[in-house]
């Protein structure tokens, strides 16, 4: 089989895959997203599809802003793709057709400022992952990074006279909406920069949703369902969630489909960030050296539910909730939603660029139980893994590549270092650690004991432990 989803085949699929209903070739482009990737195509795309069935203005144009991967594997499919939804045995298909096309920023520069300066474009959607918000020098007239491209569009905009769009981060990082702004006021002129500092909304957002890795397998089986290939589907679980700071402007009527519109996004964001994301952290170095390969085998044995049972208490009581979040009925929903087998969430995946990760999810609740004076031993542990993760070395003895930005730094700290106690210290001098925490003796004896009890013991074993604790 080798004929593949597209507009021309769309009337071929069967009668159990949902599709839009909208007509593409009347939806207005008011979204340009920069950094498609899986997470996009299952949480932004799929929402704004749904806002285009009443208000067909949100389709979008994205961008790569490094590889032709997703260009090429979405342009022969006319930038459709389908989204399979799992839970259990049940798998639900939709077509998604929001994505007008895929530009690839590094190929023609100019033609991304031009759709960022497109005037129906309203709002610019980011997910460029946590190494994308670094500040660097970029040239107006021909941009790299995703701030250099939204500020060349903003002062496109402004020489022609048209109103600025929206520029909404959807990274799990803390403040997105802040951080973004600076990086671009970092890469503005003074006179731009006083323009967008008047005009420009960079709201806060947080985004929810777990989208493990597309392989071949699943190409081939939705391959059989379609009877068509889609080289660009995504799977993802039936949860979602977006939360964001309101903000004035031309913007879609989020609320009709379910996002939260809120004054004050970082609670909702400190509670995912170190309840979902810390304890996915933990699963994928702890499992991972342990040689467990999903999400969902990590949580089936009692011993891995109990110790993200043990994180979330630690993690829990450096929250302070808002209205409307039960925390106790969250942690349930987690935790079915890491049991989901359907899903294939592998452990590697979570521990890619663990070191751009855990400062908001592991180092701040630790920070703050160390400031309260409160243990955090099971956080800890999970940064003790990271730090045994950079050996690229299961607990078997299995080698395998860190996928990290400071690999090529920690590998050496490590090779440099004997023994776990050397290696602990080594590691802390890194800036990804504050000074104040790698100064504090408490942090430095408990993470410490925990690597050495990791090179000693092994993960699954320490798991164990702390489970009969």
Known sequence: MSERLSQATLGRLPANVERFGYDRRRAAAGVVHLGIGAFHRAHQAALFDRLNESDPRWAIRAASLRSPGVRDEMAPQDGLYAMVVREGGDDRVRVIGAVR???????????????????????????????????????????????????????????????????????????????????VLAVSDPELGDWIGAHVAFPKTMVDRIVPATDEADIASL??????????????????????????????????????????????????LRLLNGAHSAIAYLGGLAGTDFVHQFVADPAGRSLVESLWDEAQATLDPPPGLDLPGYREALMRRFSNASLQHRTRQIAMDGSQKLPQRLLAPIADRLRRGQAADVLILAVAAWMRWQSGCTDAGEPFTVDDPLASQTGALLRSAHGPAEQAKALLRLDLFPRAMAEDERFVATVTRQLERLCDKGARAVVKEIARR
């Open 101 to 183: 096309e895929v530009l690839v920023a590094p190929e023609d520069p100019r033609t991304l400022v031009e759709a960022l300066a497109a005037p129906e474009v309203r709002l610019v959607t980011l997910t460029v992952t946590e190494k994308g918000y670094r500040q660097a020098p970029d040239d107006p007239e021909a941009p790299r990074t995703a701030a250099g491209f939204i500020a060349a569009g903003l002062n496109l905009r402004r020489s022609r006279g048209l109103a600025p769009f929206a520029a909404l981060s959807c990274d799990n990082l803390p403040d997105n909406g802040a951080r973004l702004r600076e990086a």
């Open 223 to 272: 391959a059989r369902h379609l009877g068509l290939v889609d080289r660009a589907m995504v799977k993802t679980e039936p949860f979602w969630q977006w939360v964001i700071e309101d903000f004035p402007g031309d913007r879609p009527d989020f609320e009709s489909i379910g996002v939260q519109m809120t004054s004050d996004v970082a609670p909702w964001e400190d509670a995912k």
